[in-house]
């Protein structure tokens, strides 16, 4: 690590000098905790201890008013976990007095809430702190933070700390309901403050949050991964496998269903080991499903599954239909089973495709959509013609797609690799391009047809349109009064292109799909 022990004492020394200015409170509480370095091989560990459910969350009284007047801005990176860990930094934010702003410029707090998985997503990060030099220099009071999977890699920290000094605060995904005394502690450091716990996560439920619009939310049902794919690097950063209980989920869900909300997402890295955790409640995401599916929301979606964990209960309880959507997003990462192997995924080609038509079968009209990785070490063109195979088989509505990218301190990163780089984009390319074939032509069966559309705002390219998805997860724009923002109205399909379709806005009763 870049700091030692004696940087921290550096810490206690201006805190000192805050002393000796504000003469009434003892600030020496806030420097003792500020250094705690991440660990990628103390985030492996899966210990026996319990999960502590923490539900005491509360902002002190002396930071409650500490943003009055001031804004605060946030940059969110990566995956949906990660909006939804913003949502909360928002609460917390909001509850101790900063508004939000949409510019860099006029805000006293930047947070960047960070995404490790690949390393495009880091070097974009860099990138950033780079151009926010400038930002910070004009404004010598702002506070800038690192937050998110990045920050909890031991490699990312020490870059940060030797190059990046206009970062006043490093903290980690276990670390964000201390966001209060950490900017409080960045308030009167000199020092850069980090604070990054490598533990295996607790779970705390009463943290506020401040939704990004009142149509569509997430609820966390679990955090954590214990699946170690050689090649992913969640499993260090999220921490282990820890689900929520029920009772909180389907209470937070009500909530939204009284708040008018249609839709919710119920999310975790791998949603499918959900309950599995629990030592004294046999209940899994099947049951969790039945039970939600009961609550008077339009809408219900989870993800992301891992096939694996996919069980029969689960199949049992989509093929009920109702509020449930017609998509899985169900990622298969390779079409090799000897890839897959490597890959530590757990299945084969054969058990997946098993699962999937078992799916199709319960949920006739169902889209699905996947993640694959392209060029994983040594992979042969024999290997990558079985991912072609596998999507042509499978017929995905959508898919994201990536070229590897080694993570350090995974096993994957380890292995040598004998595919060119070059190899790998041109993989990529005859992927993607089979991929929007397929999507075309499913989208071509749309038209004509009616579907029900969530409405969720103006087309960017265009204010007099409107946007939306479709329970299957299609995105039609059409145009219709602004007025039905936020609701589910019915639309007649005249157009499909490879990434969306295009309709008119029908009032009359009609036979609805998708
Ligand atoms: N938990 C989910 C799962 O198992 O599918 C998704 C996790 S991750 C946020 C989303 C996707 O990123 C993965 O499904 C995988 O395709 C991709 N990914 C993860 N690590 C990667 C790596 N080292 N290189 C390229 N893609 C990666
Ligand atoms: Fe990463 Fe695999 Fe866990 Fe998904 S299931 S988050 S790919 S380790």
């Given amino acids: 690590m870049a700091i030692r022990s004696e940087d921290v004492l550096d810490t206690t020394k201006d805190n000192k000098e805050v002393k000796t200015n504000e003469k009434e409170r003892d600030y020496s509480q806030y420097f003792q905790s500020t250094y705690a370095p991440p660990s990628l091989k103390d985030a492996k560990k899966r210990g026996k201890e319990q999960v502590q459910i923490l539900k005491d969350f509360s902002i002190p009284e002396n930071l409650k008013n500490i943003g009055v007047g001031k804004k605060f801005y946030i940059r969110t990176y990566g995956c949906q976990m990660n909006e939804h860990d913003t949502e909360v930094m928002a609460g917390i934010l909001n509850e101790m007095g900063y508004e939000t702003t949409y510019s860099t410029d006029d805000a006293d707090v930047i947070l960047l809430n960070t995404c490790a998985i690949r390393e495009?997503?880091?070097?974009?990060?860099?990138?950033e702190l780079g151009h926010l030099k400038h930002t910070k220099a004009n404004n010598p009071n702002l506070l800038l933070g690192v937050c998110g999977c990045m920050s909890q890699e031991e490699s990312v920290v020490n870059r940060i700390?030797?190059?990046?000094?206009?970062?006043?605060?490093?903290?980690?995904t276990h670390n964000i309901h201390r966001l209060p005394q950490i900017i409080e502690n960045a308030l009167f450091s000199k020092e850069m403050v980090v604070e990054v716990w490598s533990k295996e996560g607790d779970i705390v439920e009463n943290l506020p949050r401040k939704r990004k619009g009142n149509v569509k939310g997430w609820v966390n049902i679990m955090y954590g991964c214990d699946k170690f794919c050689t090649y992913c690097i969640v499993p260090y950063t999220r921490g282990k496998e820890r689900s929520r209980y029920p009772q909180d989920i389907i209470e937070e869900v009500r909530q939204l269903a009284r708040e008018g909300y249609k839709e919710v997402t119920l999310l975790g890295q791998n949603v499918n080991a959900y309950g599995k955790d629990f030592e004294d409640l046999e209940y899994g995401l099947g049951d969790l499903m039945d039970e939600i599916r009961k609550i008077d929301i339009p809408r219900l979606r989870f993800t992301t599954s891992h096939p694996r964990d996919f069980d029969?209960?689960?199949?049992?309880?989509?093929?009920?239909?109702?509020?449930?959507v017609d998509h899985v997003h169900l990622p298969v990462q390779h079409g090799n089973s000897d890839v897959l192997k490597l890959m530590a995924r757990k299945y084969t080609r054969e058990h997946y495709l098993e699962l999937v038509s078992k799916i199709k079968a319960a949920m006739p009209n169902v889209a699905l959509t996947t993640d694959i990785i392209v060029g994983f070490p040594n992979e042969t063109e024999e290997q990558f013609q079985e991912t072609l195979s596998l999507v042509k088989e499978v017929q995905y509505d959508a898919a994201y797609t990536f070229i590897y990218s080694p993570r350090e301190g995974t096993p994957a990163a380890?292995?040598?690799?004998?595919?060119?780089m070059e190899v790998k984009r041109e993989r990529l390319q005859r992927l993607n391009a089979m991929l929007n074939d397929i999507s075309l032509e499913k989208n071509k069966a749309y038209v004509g047809k009616v579907v029900e559309v969530l409405v969720e705002g103006e087309s960017k390219k265009n204010p007099d349109v409107l946007t939306g998805h479709t329970g299957s997860n299609k995105v039609v724009n059409f145009k219709a009064p602004k007025h039905l923002i936020g609701e589910i109205v019915k639309v007649q399909i005249t157009d499909a292109k490879t990434w969306n379709l295009g309709g008119e806005w029908v009032e009359e009763k009609s036979e609805v799909v998708g």
């Fill in 120 to 127: 495009n997503a880091e070097n974009k990060v860099f990138g």
């Fill in 161 to 172: 700390l030797s190059t990046y000094p206009q970062v006043d605060m490093i903290f980690g």
């Fill in 312 to 324: 029969d209960r689960l199949i049992e309880v989509l093929a009920k239909g109702g509020n449930i």
């Fill in 414 to 420: 380890k292995m040598q690799d004998n595919v060119p």
